[in-house]
């Protein structure tokens, strides 16, 4: 202990120190652009987010500390919140595993096409996370007159008499969301695992085939998915935060606020404190906890994952 | 193999199957993978076939997926509702161009320049630096909206393209994705530079941002995709600042009558991103490649 103490105090080790910040300069020099952005607009944030998260802020007035009335408002007088933490879990739960299967799933059966049909599978399930608005055409689909061709279909083949008010009647919303987002959520996961694929060591299934392998599923669980892991892991980051934080098909869907707060959702509700009634103290408060649901979730499922064929 | 043997030839005629593969398997696995294509691929064809059907073509049961008749009369609806807007079509798509070329340009330059030494050198705050960039890839962007409208506020951005601009450039997901593509590159190459006497700066622009195209494709459609489709939000209030997509959304913004319009106007704003994945789809693969997380 002594000589450590003695050690880290030592002028050597510090001008050591210096030494090797000054001989970085240029490192710095070159990450500092992006350093100042990122602090600006990503690490501050978070930061100044905990801090008006005890204060009452409406942006006119200068915020008055109030301690931890936010929260407690939050968690127990806001019953639209409580809806909101349940349909945002529920997206999240049905969401997040479901297109993290499918986006593994399908690239796992587009990596045995040959390479123009793989580039055009993969278009084809890329493309709707990239097509911009191109959801809307959901609304068309979802529409609740007779002309939807969800209600057409339906009616046509005798499922059902009455077309059924699929965006506006509380009952249907939280599927017709959760339908839509898988839709559109096979984006970057996706593109990660196509990639991981191709890069496993072709080698590997020869020899896993010697030492035994019988099917396609041996060799999926003891060869591929082990080599995968680091995709894996990303994949499940990127998919975790995006199912968490559902919004905009939701409120573009069955609208904002949808009836009865049927398709609310944490991030809405939060856009609702933060942009239409400015209590910036209330949202902020709402911000935090879901960032601590992100981070947290995010690192049980990676000491989950991390554990995969160890 | 025993299946492929035992089938008639007309069905095993192509090559002989694959290791550890079954036929049975094989069509079993296919048909579900088809089947999840259509159910992908039906609502984009739609999207792009109804921006050319008329209005009662729109509503047919079975809607038929090419129309009999093409159209442009949900263009020519299009043209009309924004010719009757106080600001030309032209100026908001002029600003979306702008906010998406300066973002991404900004983008790809400034956090290639970053993951540069956080790839390739070890220096004093660097893995803290990194760990930060990964936790903020576990979090949305929603959760920061509050405070970044407050900071823009304060720097005196609001009303501005760069409060769209700036914030875009700051992503950390390009970020991460460049730095791990950087990783590959051999040390040797950066050493034998040195030992030529170019600085670190020439190194970076004229060794490494050239090895580095794939990940510039990924990065631009990444950041693409985001700003391409922004509609400023709450950051812009002057109707002559607006992006193309706020327009558009105002347009659409009616009811069902405005199917064919809505249509038309997500036809447009799929079009430009497919097209360009279209192209540079395999240099993206290659970029993600590299993506993985310990």
Known sequence: MVTKAYAYNSPTKRSLWIREIKKSRHYYALMAPYAILFLTFTVLPVIMSLGISFTYFNLLEPPRYIGLDNYIKLLLDDDVFIIALRNTLILAVVTGPVSYLLAFVFAWLINELRPKMRAFMTLIFYAPSISGNAFLIWLLI?????????????????????????????????????????????????????????????????????????????????????????????GAVMQITTSLAIAEVSMQLVGFPSVQYAGHTIVTHLIDYGSTRFDLGYASAIATLLFVLMISTNLLVRKVLRKVGD | ????????????????????????????????????????????????????????????????????????????????????????????????????????????????????????????????????????????PQVTATPNYIIIARIGLIDSPFAIILPAIASSLGLYLMKQFMQQIPDELIQSAKIDGASEYRIFFQIVMPLVKPAWLTLIILLFQRLWTTDGGSFIFSEELKPVSYALRQIAAGSIERAGTIAAVSFIMMVVPVTFFIISQSRIVETFSHSGMK
């Open chain 1, 142 to 234: 979802f529409s609740g007159d007779i002309h939807g061709y969800a209600n057409a279909i339906l009616i046509r083949f005798g499922f059902m008499t009455s077309p059924i008010l699929w965006l506006r009647n509380p009952d249907y919303m939280m599927m017709v969301i959760i339908i839509v987002q898988l839709w559109l959520s096979l984006g970057v996961s996706f593109l990660a695992f196509i990639a991981g694929l191709q890069s496993v060591d072709k080698t590997l299934f020869e020899a896993g085939a010697i030492d035994g392998i019988r099917n396609r599923w041996q060799e999926l669980w003891f060869i591929t998915l082990p080599s995968m892991k680091p995709q894996l892991l990303f």
């Open chain 2, 1 to 140: 193999m025993t299946d492929a043997k035992r089938l008639p030839k007309i069905l095993s005629f192509k090559r002989t199957r694959k290791l550890n593969r079954s036929l049975s398997g094989d069509i079993a696995l296919f048909s579900v993978l088809v089947l999840f294509g259509l159910f992908s691929a039906f609502p984009l064809v739609m999207t792009a076939t109804n921006a050319f059907k008329s209005l009662d073509e729109l509503f047919l049961f079975p809607p038929r997926i090419f129309p009999r008749n093409i159209t442009f009369d949900n263009f020519r609806d299009l043209s009309e509702l924004v010719g009757n807007s106080w600001i030309t079509f032209s100026r908001y798509f002029f600003n979306t161009l702008l906010i998406t070329i300066l973002g991404t340009v900004g983008h790809v330059l400034i956090a290639s320049m970053c993951a540069y030494p956080l790839a390739k050198f070890k220096f004093p705050g660097r893995s803290i630096f990194f760990t930060f960039v990964v936790y903020s890839l576990m979090f949305a």
